[in-house]
T-cell receptor, first 115, second 112 residues
């Protein structure tokens, strides 16, 4: 499989559940990103990882916990979410982080609904 | 700060019509500019980009020119198809950064 894949594609969870989103990139990239896409709002960058180290955390609530075990995989662990966290969560990757203004390649997203 | 402003949609056109989606930006230095497209049920795909003033990005019949004097990067296509129906996002990457700052997106609907 090529490109950036995300699983699951759809997820419904209660506010007390714990779930994880998975992203995998097959492009040999070194940087990975989590974005949140809500209706009528710009995409919000949540986290950036470069070579498995978190380099950016944009004031995201602690109920979202990222994990990057290697440069090909990125997880977003979810617990005690709120209904306003319902959104499309997009993963992206790029060749590297370091000011090169490189192209980011996106996965298809996980559509999350919190009840 | 850095920001991107796009025209609100939806933009509704008949097949073979001319398309313009406006995008203006605010940034310091020399950002790179991008257009991404999101087809229904899919993630974002890079459509085209431009990295310096007066550059023209082009792909699949779409074009956009980096205009520093007007801080704009308008997307154009001479003849749209039904298959172009999607949401189009303008974005910038600030100088010396890999961050992407997106506009809110513009939905395009093309009817036969």
């Amino acid at each position: 499989e090529t490109g950036v894949t995300q699983t699951p594609r759809h997820l419904v969870m209660g506010m007390t559940n714990k779930k994880s989103l998975k992203c995998e990139q097959h492009l040999g990239h070194n940087a990975m990103y989590w974005y949140k896409q809500s209706a009528k709002k710009p995409l919000e960058l949540m986290f950036v990882y470069s070579l498995e180290e978190r380099v950016e955390n944009n004031s995201v609530p602690s109920r979202f916990s990222p994990e990057c075990p290697n440069s090909s995989h990125l997880f977003l662990h979810l617990h005690t979410l709120q209904p306003e966290d319902s959104a499309l969560y997009l993963c992206a990757s790029s060749l590297g982080v370091g000011g090169a203004q490189e192209t980011q390649y996106f996965g298809p997203g996980t559509r999350l609904l919190v009840l | 700060g850095n920001s991107v402003t796009q025209m609100e949609g939806p933009v509704t056109l008949s097949e073979e019509a001319f398309l313009t989606i406006n995008c203006t930006y605010t940034a310091t230095g020399y950002p790179s500019l991008f257009w991404y497209v999101q087809y229904p049920g899919e993630g974002l795909q890079l459509l085209l980009k431009a990295t310096k003033a007066d550059d023209k990005g082009s792909n699949k019949g779409f074009e956009a020119t980096y205009r520093k004097e007007t801080t704009s990067f308008h997307l154009e296509k001479g003849s749209v198809q039904v298959s172009d129906s999607a949401v189009y996002f303008c974005a910038l990457s600030p100088d010396y950064s890999d961050k992407l700052i997106f506009g809110t997106g513009t939905r395009l609907q093309v009817f036969p």
